[in-house]
């Protein structure tokens, strides 16, 4: 029989989650599952809860919270992986903006969720690494990391004013005043080489972040590659008429949007480059990062 660990940030989505889960409970245990419930108590707590519910033998994971949540879950996961896919993961949405349930296909209704995880179907999905941190949606590098870190500021200046989309659109309209930069970059892609004024580089195994940004729209997470997409310079006024085009995912093919597919990306930058993992930020000072994909990586409820 199936053992399952529940994993709930109680704080995602200002508390819905922790609002959510006697539902939750509720529709798994008419479907005659019964999880065992830990919450989150502080940053990182999620994946070293996830690596001990590997270690003590529970077949499948659920993820109850935002996609920073599912990242540290993955994170757990992946310290057991030993060259052989683990898991199996589940999520149950409860953030603020939940943009890998797009990336696998998933409901966001409770009875909906119940029912797949109920099911049990599963598929290997790929994972992505910069150096020991892993990611299964998006990573990037540029404008969106700012807008990522200005987001971060918001929430914690005015918590519970803003969440998801409107969240985002606040940001990047505060990044477009303070922090507007396009520096010179080098980027290699499975052999080629770009250098270049560099607004962003995004590096996908999912189609959607920041609440509602198609960056990636072709991108599938088990395809064994990921979707590069790199803006070169863009004057204020043009990111703001590509942002429509990126909530549509109609920005593929206009200048001077550049979209490909690789297996292995380096970013080279003269000034110590932050990236964002999943809507995560992750700095180590460094002014090269690495993205590997790792195909077929992680089993996932399907």
């Not at 889960?21 to 707590?45: K, Q, S």
């Not at 898991?87 to 939940?98: C, D, F, H, K, V």
């Not at 959607?208 to 310079?233: I, Q, S, W």
């Amino acid at each position: 029989m199936s053992r399952y660990k529940l994993i709930i940030n109680p704080l995602a989505g200002l508390g819905k989650a922790e609002r959510l889960l006697p539902d939750v409970l509720t529709a798994l245990g008419a479907r005659g599952i019964v999880p065992d419930v830990v919450r989150t108590e502080r940053r990182w707590h999620a994946a070293e809860l996830a690596h001990q519910a590997i270690v003590e033998g529970y077949d499948t994971i659920l993820s109850m919270g935002g996609d920073g949540t599912t990242n540290e879950v993955v994170n757990g996961m992946m310290t057991r992986r030993d060259h052989q896919p683990v898991g199996t993961l589940g999520i149950i949405p409860a953030g603020s903006g939940n943009d890998f349930r797009i990336a696998i296909d998933w409901p966001d209704d409770i009875a909906g969720v119940a029912e797949r995880i109920a099911r049990g179907n599963r598929r290997l999905i790929d994972v992505g690494r910069i150096n020991q941190r892993y990611f299964v949606n998006v990573a990037g590098v540029g404008f969106d990391t700012i807008v990522t870190v200005e987001a971060t500021k918001i929430r914690q200046i005015a918590p519970g004013l803003l969440r998801g989309l409107p969240l985002y659109m606040m940001a990047i309209f505060k990044t477009l005043l303070l922090n507007y930069q396009a520096p010179m970059t080098t980027i290699e892609y499975d052999g080629q080489v770009m250098r270049q004024p560099t607004l962003m580089a995004s590096v996908a195994n999912g189609r959607r972040y920041g609440g509602g940004f198609l960056v990636a729209p072709e991108a599938k997470a088990d395809d064994g590659l990921f979707d590069l997409l790199v803006a070169g310079y863009v004057n204020r006024p043009g990111i703001l008429q590509l942002l429509p085009h990126f909530m549509k995912g109609t920005h593929v093919g206009k200048k001077p949007i550049y979209m490909t597919r690789a297996r292995h990306v380096v970013l080279e930058a003269p000034d110590p480059v932050v990236a964002q993992i999943d809507g995560e930020i992750y700095d180590d000072g460094s002014r090269r990062i690495e993205f590997e994909l790792l195909p077929q990586s992680l089993w996932i409820i399907a």
